[in-house]
């Protein structure tokens, strides 16, 4: 079973949503036989690479709010964030662009697929929410995805230049056709939308649903006496 998850290193909420969706796995019986793609999404393409203000200050102009209303919300965030064992720094952390950070991640999937994928994007999202580091800055990038376990030659390489931009379109692309209006968006099998970090039972219901109708059982009409002759492990009865 194929999992895809499009998110953004700089959404509050993904990081919880990653959270819920690995406990539901945790929880899950068929977890070994199921696959977890992360796919990119830029909440604001817009964004500077180099950052200028705090996350806090952006969402009071964008919302009107005032700074002590900004903040209400942050702490709001955190809150849920803590429930899940995350530990959020949010007055801290910078307004920033996530392109150069999408592209690491996907070039961590080319170099060790989707498991090395899934560090480097747990590795970046706790330099941002823990740690309230400057993501979009290279010496960042460079040093988080190194030490996650990509080679440091290939990191400068794809960040000196434009690689895999296109692959981060590509998904932002995807994620709209599906009607994605936001994230954390999960697709299951590329059958099952689900939107937000939604509570770990409701994960949990959609991977026991998809599981069972990607592999359903069959209905054995005729058993015991009323089935016919057959073979079984300790041989044929004669």
């Known amino acids: 079973m194929k999992i895809e998850i499009w998110s953004d290193v700089v959404c509050p909420w993904c990081y919880i949503g990653k959270r819920r969706i690995e406990n539901a796995l945790a929880e899950f019986a068929h977890a070994d036989e199921v696959e977890v793609h992360w796919r990119s999404y830029q909440l604001d393409p817009g964004a500077p690479v180099v950052p200028t203000e ?59 697929g989707n498991e090395l994928q899934g560090e480097v994007k747990e590795a970046l999202l706790k330099a941002y ?3 309230a580091r400057n993501v979009a800055d290279h010496e960042v990038l460079r040093e988080v995805a190194v030490a996650a376990g990509l080679d440091a030659a ?4 794809v960040l000196a230049g434009s690689e895999f931009t296109a692959h981060v379109y590509a998904d932002v692309e995807q994620a709209q056709a599906y009607g ?5 968006f999960f697709v299951i099998d590329e059958k099952y939308g689900v939107s937000g970090a939604q509570p770990t039972e409701v994960f949990s219901q959609v991977l026991e649903k998809a599981w069972s109708e990607s592999r359903p059982k ?16 300790d041989g044929c009865a004669i």
């Not at 899940?84 to 999937?109: C, F, K, P, Q, W």
């Not at 290939?154 to 390489?157: A, L, T």
């Open 129 to 131: 929410f823990t740690e």
């Open 180 to 184: 994605a209006t936001g994230v954390p």
């Open 154 to 157: 290939r990191v400068d390489e």
């Open 54 to 112: 705090k996350t806090g200050a952006m969402l009071a102009r964008k919302y009107g709010q005032s700074p002590d209303g900004a903040k209400q919300m942050q702490d709001r965030v955190e809150a849920v964030a803590a429930e899940e064992g995350l530990v959020y720094r949010l007055s801290e952390t910078m307004h920033l662009n996530t392109v150069d950070a999408h592209r690491v991640i996907h070039l961590a999937h080319e170099q060790g």
């Open 218 to 233: 069959i209905e054995v009409l005729a058993t015991g006496a009323d089935s016919g002759e057959e073979c079984g492990p």
